[in-house]
């Protein structure tokens, strides 16, 4: 079994930025977010960012955006007629109907489009959207938790990621690919 990241793996860029900018439009809310967003990805590159703070500046966005989830989902269908063009058609050809994608990115978000990526099988931060707030963040070590919850001790032969935030993921994959630009080395 294959497992891949989602941003800047399969997708070039941060999808769920990507798709706030996009929502400007509708929602002009979302303009005042933008500091707090990008210094929150600055930190989440630089491996700086704890699950927690992370989950709290999730809930705090999610109540900006979420007042009508139809217009959510609306939104996030026109969002990938425009931007699908960023998938990465090379590391999306290696995936198999039995293979993962794994994502710290909202779950509506890679639904909308799981059928252009080969597989069902996504395990991304789940959303309650009545409640406007994070169930589950699928983020570090909990993505490791929630593939264990599902999958056992099923052996991950290959896992393809851009970013050392994966370490945990990294650590029970047999072998390792670090994508980035659109190249993929294996590192381990």
Not at 54 to 72: A, G, S, Y
Not at 86 to 101: E, F, M, Q, T
Request: hydrophobic share 40%; charged share 30%; proline share 2%.
């Amino acid at each position: 079994m294959k497992v891949f990241d989602f941003d800047n793996t399969l997708y070039n860029g941060e999808s769920a930025v990507d798709l706030a900018l996009f929502m400007i439009r509708k929602n002009k809310r979302i303009i005042l977010w933008l500091p707090r967003i990008f210094w929150n990805l600055l930190k989440y590159k630089l491996c700086l960012v704890n699950k927690d703070s992370m989950e709290q500046t999730i809930n705090e966005f999610l109540r900006v955006i979420l007042r009508d989830k139809r217009e959510l989902f609306r939104q996030t269908r026109q969002f990938w007629k425009t931007h699908s063009h960023k998938l990465n058609r090379n590391v999306i050809s290696r995936i198999g109907p039995d293979d993962i994608i794994i994502s710290a990115g909202p779950d509506f978000l890679l639904r909308a489009i799981h059928k252009k990526l080969g597989t069902p099988h996504l395990l991304c931060s789940e959303i309650d959207y009545d409640r406007q707030s994070v169930i589950w963040l699928n983020f570090g070590g909990n993505k490791v938790k929630r593939f264990r919850e599902l999958y056992g001790d099923t052996a991950i032969d290959s896992f393809y990621t851009d970013s050392y935030n994966d370490k945990a993921m990294m650590d029970i994959a047999e072998k390792v690919f670090l994508v980035r630009n659109g190249k993929i080395k294996r590192i381990k």
